[in-house]
């Protein structure tokens, strides 16, 4: 089940970096796109980010003081998969059989933004999530686990430096659980537990190019008094450990109108123990995952860029691939 976490951790990323990690880029980065695509009545980019970095007051990239920002996104994934059907007599493999399996996931998030402070900013992610695996002709059409994360900049922005964000966030287990289902009948939507993260991301703008990194841990609360049935034992606990991921990349400005961002991540997840009502323990091994991807801003009217992105898994236990967009909201009560 621990694979299935990392998978779900990982198709969040598959639009940048984890959920906590693209939150806190998000504004450093998007500021940037905006100060490199040209608008009417601007002079050239180099006025464009003096306008967006180097007002007379101090300069923070996350949300103003008293603003709202609404955005979606939709993200599809693909997992494929071999499974072996086979039984086992008197210690003689009998039966055996290569049955291959894929995965369908598509994602539907809601994301609100407010700015508490010029530096503070604090938000939600709210996933509606589609899953259909062809092996069983299974399906879930559910929420998933919602999110809430805080963004910290303690310094404001200087020309030439570099910009730090720290972040926490908090996930919630509002998704199926998949240690709450008849694992033969059902599919889950989320982690089964609750999650406590926590890290920082950096960010430098090399005109017309900005650099990025991120870095972050994560502890995994257990989930208790279960009572799942798995084969001929009952699971009452896991215990899903912790997670660490870094990320890099960079965006760079093609045109005043569209920009090319490009990232690699790496996670490492803890080995997952689960205990049965006999006493007896299963654990599954520590794993690591890496993945790429690939986004394409593109300028569609003076405030909205859309973003399209392409992801590809690096390891066994990422998805093979993942496509997805992403788009700001505009309400007239949501704006500054």
């Known amino acids: 089940m621990n694979r299935w976490f990392v998978r779900g951790v990982i198709l969040v990323s598959a639009t940048g970096l984890l959920p906590g990690m693209v939150l806190a880029q998000e504004g450093s980065v998007d500021q940037a796109r905006e100060a490199l695509a ?7 980019a180099s006025q464009q980010l003096e306008e967006v970095f180097q007002a ?9 003081k008293g603003t709202h920002s609404l955005n979606y996104s939709f993200d599809y994934s693909y997992t494929g998969d071999q499974r072996l059907d086979l039984e086992i007599v008197g210690g003689s493999v009998r039966n055996m059989d290569i049955v291959p399996s894929a995965t369908h996931t598509f994602t539907n998030a809601f994301s609100y933004d407010y700015g508490l402070l010029n530096n503070l900013t604090v938000g939600t992610r709210i996933p509606l999530v589609v899953k259909y695996d062809t092996e069983d002709e299974l399906n879930v059409y559910d929420v998933g686990d919602v999110s809430f994360t805080g963004r910290w900049q303690p310094f404001a922005y200087v020309p030439g430096k570099m910009s730090t964000t720290f972040f926490g966030t908090l ?5 199926v659980s998949p240690y709450e289902i008849d694992i033969k009948e059902q599919l889950s939507t989320g982690s089964g537990y609750y999650s406590i993260g ?20 994560t502890y995994n609360l257990p989930a208790e008094d279960l009572q799942q049935v798995r084969g001929a034992r009952l699971l009452l606990e896991v215990d899903p450990g912790f997670g660490l991921s ?7 400005s093609l045109s005043y109108d569209i920009s090319l961002s490009m990232s ?8 997952t123990v689960l205990t049965f009502s006999d006493g007896s323990q299963a654990v599954a091994q520590d794993q690591m995952t890496g993945f790429l991807s690939m986004s394409l801003g593109t300028r569609v009217s003076d405030t909205t860029i859309v973003n399209t992105s392409l992801g590809i898994g690096l390891t066994e236990d990422a998805p093979d691939f993942s496509l997805g967009i992403s788009l700001p909201i505009n309400f007239s009560g949501l704006k500054e």
């Open 38 to 44: 040209r608008q009417e009545g601007d002079e050239d």
């Open 56 to 64: 007379a007051e101090k300069n923070y990239s996350l949300q103003k």
């Open 171 to 175: 996930t919630t287990k509002t998704g």
């Open 198 to 217: 926590g890290g920082a991301s950096m960010s430098k703008v090399l005109d017309p190019v900005v650099v990025f990194g991120s870095v972050s841990a």
């Open 246 to 252: 870094g990320s890099a990349g960079f965006a760079y």
């Open 264 to 271: 690699a991540q790496i996670s490492y997840s803890d080995e």
